[in-house]
């Protein structure tokens, strides 16, 4: 985007908007597509014994292998580094690969790291499965704690990392990322936040001094529920780094199909979150007025406790909204009572999609017994879609009707 003019032909910054359609695409194909061609190609072929050979050890603009880089795959990555006002993008075959490259270049065996205790199920599954075994510990921190007292005594000599979500999945927790990106500074570690919820239209923690930001495209980002893949922007070191060390070795390489995907997703992702934040105010407002709904998580609504801090770091409050009904009972009856909504795991696509995690992932547990492994049973989280927030709310109503 660096050579975009505005009608004057004064170089101007360009919009967010602009930067999703344009950036990172444009100007670089042979015959001036709108649509960035799909480079479906395992490996590129060279003119000369000694041109690969340029490409590969002098760093000649070029690409030698899919797994390494691809001009589609590069198109979405330089679109993401510009929307996320970062230097540089890596991307993968999914955001756990993207999250796990970006721990396995930063840990070696006994480091340390810090984490909210409010992150993604599956991040939670990498600490205890993969980070266990190479010995790193892992401290956890609220994200309602206070901050400033509690983290620092959580570091010592071994620790590398900050880690957190904000806002949170599932419970929409919020974190000051200022605050964050200052004690990381002050204590040299290095920060890390996954920000597949907010995304880079509502929220830009690069700018507000965090090192690293990691996604899941899979989200918002693609924002059709057809995809898989993951992101992480950052410095052009540190970026280096990861691709020629944990992509390359580990593998999981975006693949150019779905770099298509997540390029035309990003087109939209302005205009889509838009609606995604205006329909889940709508939706949290006639749940939090329901009298059968308990407590409504949505950083938008006043009665939020991280309210404050969202609406301060955040230009939007974002597409989910999170509740709590009586148990879990009322839970499935609530799910099995929805027409439209549909339910399943994942988030951010056109459709609503709601999820009760108990049913899910502890369907033969009992309250009692969800409570005593730490699973909250009355927990739904819903992904509020593009449908019609009406429509939304009024399948909504009908299921807890039925409780
Ligand atoms: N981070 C967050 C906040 C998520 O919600 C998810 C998946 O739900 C992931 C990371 C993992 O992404 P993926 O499923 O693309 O591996």
Redesign the pocket.
């Known amino acids: 985007m660096s050579g975009m003019k505005n009608r004057a032909g004064k170089r101007k910054s360009p919009g967010f908007g602009t930067v999703a359609v344009h950036g990172g695409e444009e100007g670089k194909f042979a015959f001036g597509p709108v649509s960035t061609p799909i480079y479906q190609t395992s490996t590129f072929t060279f003119d000369s014994a000694e041109e690969g050979g340029e490409v590969e050890k002098r760093g000649k603009d070029g690409f030698i292998y899919t797994r390494i880089g691809n001009p589609t795959v590069r198109a979405f990555e330089e679109k993401m580094a510009l929307l996320e006002g970062g230097d540089s993008c890596v991307s993968f075959s999914?955001?756990?690969?993207?999250?796990s490259a970006v721990f396995l270049e930063l840990l070696k065996p006994g480091d340390e790291i810090i984490s909210s205790s409010r992150?993604?199920g599956?991040?939670k599954l990498f600490f205890a499965h993969i980070l266990q075994k190479l010995d790193c510990k892992v401290r956890r921190f609220g994200p309602y704690d206070d901050l400033k007292r509690v983290i620092p005594p959580l570091i010592n000599e071994r620790t590398k990392l900050i880690f957190f979500?904000t806002p949170?999945?599932p419970e929409l927790s919020i974190i000051d990322i200022g605050l964050i990106a200052g004690l990381s500074r002050k204590h040299r570690i290095v920060s890390v936040i996954?920000n597949?919820?907010a995304t880079p239209y509502l929220q830009r923690p690069l700018g507000m001094g965090i090192d690293c930001v990691?996604h899941?495209?899979?989200?918002y980002i693609g924002g059709h529920g057809d995809a898989?893949?993951?992101a992480v922007v950052s410095t052009k070191n540190f970026v280096s780094a990861i691709r020629s060390n944990t992509l390359q070795h580990l593998g999981g390489c975006l693949s150019p199909f779905n770099a298509w995907l997540f390029l035309r997703g990003l087109k939209t992702l302005h205009v889509r979150m838009d609606r995604h934040c205006e329909t889940a105010a709508s939706v949290a407002g006639f749940l939090a007025g329901h009298p059968k709904v308990g407590t409504v998580f949505f950083p938008g609504l006043r009665t939020h406790p991280g309210h404050r801090i969202a609406k301060r770091q955040m230009s939007g409050f974002g597409g989910m909204v999170s509740i709590g009904l009586e148990n879990g009972r009322a839970c499935r009856k609530f799910i099995n009572g929805l027409r439209l909504c549909r339910t399943g795991?994942?988030?951010g696509d056109a459709g609503t999609l709601v999820l009760h995690f108990a049913s899910m992932f502890h369907p033969k547990l009992s309250d009692a017994a969800c409570r005593k492994i730490g699973a909250d049973p009355t927990l739904i989280r819903i992904s509020t879609g593009l449908e019609d927030a009406a429509d939304i709310i009024g399948d909504m109503k009908n299921a807890l009707a039925t409780l």
């Open positions: 999914s955001g756990m690969a993207a999250l992150i993604y599956g991040s979500e949170s999945n996954d597949t919820f990691v899941s495209a899979t989200k898989i893949g993951g795991v994942s988030l």
